[in-house]
């Protein structure tokens, strides 16, 4: 078990320091840079990108905290395939803010480990509401993705593409999870992770 703890401490401190290495060339490649975005619009797709970036630092301290107690080999290789794909994101994310010359958030740390903790405890609780948790939690993703996606001035085409193919891929995720036995959560659970979904956006968006 403290073998276990260490590799763990060591992939969330390889997540949370270094840069990711992306498995899939960046969606918008190929794209111009839009050359009428004004600074303001600048700024704020960076901070779109960084909430989207801390979102992506949560599933992966969900997937490894779902990972660490589960003892079902199909659910750990769609977890470990899921996984892989949002490093992708971050690595995408991180590139994008970059470019614009903004910054991830600060409070990245705290975000994994309440994500690795939530995500250790639904493993534990039970396989299919582990996976109803996944769903709901991909879900919930995709809606906030959706938002900025609305939010995004359209000659910024190359942050559009990536969050396009980040909803895609995480609406992808949900109906794997449903597909694999995962159940709907309770409404109070749902909401509790709403609540907690705008405190992260919210936050990180400034931070």
Same mark, same amino acid.
Not at 3 to 11: A, F, T
Not at 53 to 72: D, T, V
Not at 161 to 168: F, G, L, T
């Given at each position: 078990?403290?073998?276990?703890?260490?590799?763990?401490?060591?992939?969330?401190?390889?997540?949370?320091?270094?840069?990711?290495?992306?498995?899939?060339?960046?969606?918008?490649?190929?794209?111009?840079?839009?050359?009428?975005?004004?600074?303001?619009?600048?700024?704020?797709?960076?901070?779109?990108?960084?909430?989207?970036?801390?979102?992506?630092?949560?599933?992966?301290?969900?997937?490894?905290?779902?990972?660490?107690?589960?003892?079902?080999?199909?659910?750990?290789?769609?977890?470990?395939?899921?996984?892989?794909?949002?490093?992708?994101?971050?690595?995408?994310?991180?590139?994008?803010?970059?470019?614009?010359?903004?910054?991830?958030?600060?409070?990245?740390?705290?975000?994994?480990?309440?994500?690795?903790?939530?995500?250790?405890?639904?493993?534990?609780?039970?396989?299919?509401?582990?996976?109803?948790?996944?769903?709901?939690?991909?879900?919930?993703?995709?809606?906030? +993705?959706?938002?900025? #996606? /609305? %939010? !995004?001035?359209? &000659?910024?085409? =190359?942050?559009?593409?990536?969050?396009?193919?980040?909803?895609?891929?995480?609406?992808?995720?949900?109906?794997?999870?449903?597909?694999?036995?995962?159940?709907? +959560?309770?409404?109070? #659970? /749902? %909401? !509790?992770?709403? &609540?907690?979904? =705008?405190?992260?956006?919210?936050?990180?968006?400034?931070?």
């Amino acid at each position: 078990m403290i073998d276990r703890i260490l590799i763990e401490l060591d992939k969330g401190l390889k997540i949370l320091s270094t840069t990711p290495n992306k498995n899939r060339k960046r969606p918008d490649e190929g794209l111009s840079e839009a050359t009428s975005l004004s600074l303001e619009d600048k700024e704020n797709h960076a901070k779109y990108m960084r909430v989207n970036h801390s979102g992506e630092i949560c599933a992966q301290g969900l997937y490894r905290g779902q990972l660490f107690f589960n003892k079902n080999k199909e659910i750990e290789s769609k977890l470990k395939e899921a996984a892989s794909e949002e490093v992708d994101h971050l690595a995408w994310c991180e590139s994008r803010i970059n470019e614009l010359n903004g910054s991830t958030s600060k409070l990245n740390p705290l975000l994994y480990i309440g994500s690795f903790g939530i995500g250790a405890i639904a493993s534990i609780v039970d396989e299919k509401y582990n996976l109803g948790f996944l769903s709901e939690t991909e879900a919930q993703v995709a809606l906030h +993705l959706d938002s900025h #996606i /609305k %939010k !995004i001035n359209p &000659a910024d085409k =190359k942050t559009l593409k990536i969050i396009q193919s980040m909803k895609e891929d995480e609406e992808n995720h949900k109906e794997s999870a449903i597909k694999m036995g995962g159940v709907e +959560l309770p409404n109070l #659970i /749902k %909401k !509790i992770m709403g &609540a907690a979904s =705008k405190i992260m956006t919210t936050t990180t968006y400034r931070v």
